[in-house]
C-alpha cells in the first residue's frame, strides 16, 4: 500500500499556497500555478505544512489521495525550481530550429513539421539537434515533450529518431545475409 497521501509537504521559503473550494493556487518565485482537486480529499494547511486526509479506505480514494498529493507537492517544486526536459535528435540530416513562436523539425520527412509553442513551455535550441523544454507545470511540460518526440519516435534499428536526452533505445539485429 502507497504512503505517499500521508506525507506532509514542507512549503519552502517565499511559497504560498491557497485553496478556495476545491481550486488549488501555489505562488512562488517563479510563478503561479492553479488546479483543481477532488472533494474526495481533504487537505489542510498549517503554516509552512500541507497535509492531505481521506474519509474511507476504498482503492478509488486511496488512489486519489496518493495522485492529489503527488500533483499539489508538483506545483510547489514548479514554481520554486521549475522542471526541464532535453530532446535530442539523432539521424542524417534531421534538425531543429526556432522561427517565432513554431517549433519546425526536419526529420526526415518530405516537409518539416511545424509545431505551435505552448504558452507556458519555454523552447530553447542551442544547436540543430538539441532542443530544450522547460516549464514550471511538470504536466504541460510533459504532454508537449512527447507530442515533439512522437513526430519522429526512435526506431530500434538504427536509432534515429527524437529521444530524450538520457533516454536508451533498445536496439534489435538486422538481416542476416545467407
Known amino acids: 500500500m502507497s504512503r505517499i497521501g500521508y506525507k506532509e509537504i514542507d512549503l519552502p521559503n517565499g511559497v504560498e ?3 478556495d473550494g476545491n481550486v488549488v493556487t501555489v505562488k512562488g ?3 503561479t500555478l492553479s ?3 477532488s472533494p474526495l480529499i481533504k487537505m489542510t494547511i498549517d503554516g509552512n505544512v500541507v497535509k492531505f486526509d481521506r474519509d474511507a479506505d476504498t482503492n478509488k480514494l486511496k488512489m486519489l489521495h ?6 499539489v507537492n508538483n506545483m510547489v517544486e514548479g514554481v520554486v525550481n521549475g522542471y526541464k526536459k532535453v530532446l ?13 513562436k513554431k517549433l519546425i523539425l526536419t526529420v526526415g520527412y518530405s516537409n518539416p513539421v511545424e509545431m505551435d509553442k ?6 530553447n535550441v542551442p544547436d540543430n539537434t538539441t532542443i530544450e523544454l522547460s516549464s514550471i507545470n511538470k504536466e504541460h511540460l510533459g504532454n508537449f515533450a512527447a507530442e515533439v518526440r512522437a513526430v519522429r519516435s526512435p526506431e530500434p534499428y538504427k536509432g ?13 539485429e538486422g538481416k542476416t545475409g545467407k
Open 35 to 37: 488546479r483543481e482537486i
Open 88 to 100: 535530442k535528435l539523432v539521424g542524417v540530416g534531421y534538425r531543429a530550429q526556432l522561427k517565432g
Open 66 to 71: 496518493g495522485t492529489t498529493r503527488a500533483n
Open 160 to 172: 534515429k529518431g527524437i529521444r530524450y536526452e538520457n533516454e536508451h533505445i533498445i536496439r534489435k
Open 118 to 123: 505552448p504558452e507556458d513551455v519555454e523552447i
Open 29 to 31: 518565485p517563479k510563478g
Open 17 to 19: 499556497i491557497s485553496q
